[in-house]
Each structure stands twice: as C-alpha cells, then as structure tokens.
C-alpha cells in the first residue's frame, strides 16, 4: 500500500519561506512522478511541481515559477518543496502525490491521473 506524509506546514509571512516534505513508503521516488499540489478554500487543485521518474527534470506551475523548487532525495525517499517568496496567494492545503505510469521526461499537470495522494499539509501566508 501506498502511502505519502506531508509535513511542513505552518503560518508565515509575506515574503516568508517554508519547506514542504512529503516521505512516501510502498512506491520508490526515483521509480514514479513525484508531484506537490494545492488547493485553496473553494478553488479546484492546481498543480504546482512535478518532478520526472529519473529525476532529470522539475516542472513548475507558472504561478510558482522562479519562488517555488522541488528536490528529491531519493535515500529517504521524500521529496521537497521549497517554497520562497510567498505571497497571500500560495495559501492553500499541499497535496504531494504519486503518479507510477508515466515514464520518460514527462508529467502529468491533472491531480486525478495520480494514482496516490497524502492528506496534505496547510501553509497559510499571512498579509
């Protein structure tokens, strides 16, 4: 069984940073796409960063670009999302997620062709 812990959430400033971790058990990092997705109160699921199955490749929502990276480490298989610059914008509950059929250098942008989901972690970006 599949499972993804997120943690690293909290409240923070406009301007501030924070550092997401989602820990994954029963899938391999380095062997699925690892994605970080977000959803505000009364707003769909975005995408926010995608990372592809070798690793070779990091893709961003363009709201996030040049503010947000995403990294992986594949001895403890966990991935990250370091978040820069945030704005009142970025509040939402991150969502990391598992995506074990696309391969290559591709991801997938849509959070319902992921196969896992953790329960998420909430960032609030105070004003």
């Known amino acids: 069984q599949v499972q993804l812990v997120e943690s690293g959430g909290g409240l923070v400033q406009t301007g501030g940073s924070l550092r997401l971790s989602c820990t994954v058990s029963?899938?391999?990092?380095?062997?699925?796409?690892m994605a970080w997705f977000r959803q505000a109160p009364g707003k769909e699921r975005d995408f926010v960063a995608a990372i592809t199955r070798g690793g070779e490749n990091t893709y961003y929502g363009d709201s996030v670009k040049g503010r947000f990276t995403m990294s992986r480490d594949n001895a403890k298989n966990t991935v990250y999302l370091e978040m820069k610059s945030l704005k009142h914008d970025d509040t939402a509950v991150y969502y990391c997620?598992?995506?074990?059929?696309?391969?290559?250098?591709?991801?997938?942008?849509?959070?319902?062709?992921?196969?896992?989901g953790g329960q998420g972690t909430q960032v609030t970006v105070s004003s």
């Open positions: 029963g899938a391999t990092v380095n062997n699925v796409v």
């Open positions: 997620a598992v995506d074990s059929h696309t391969g290559g250098n591709l991801v997938v942008v849509s959070a319902p062709e992921y196969d896992y």
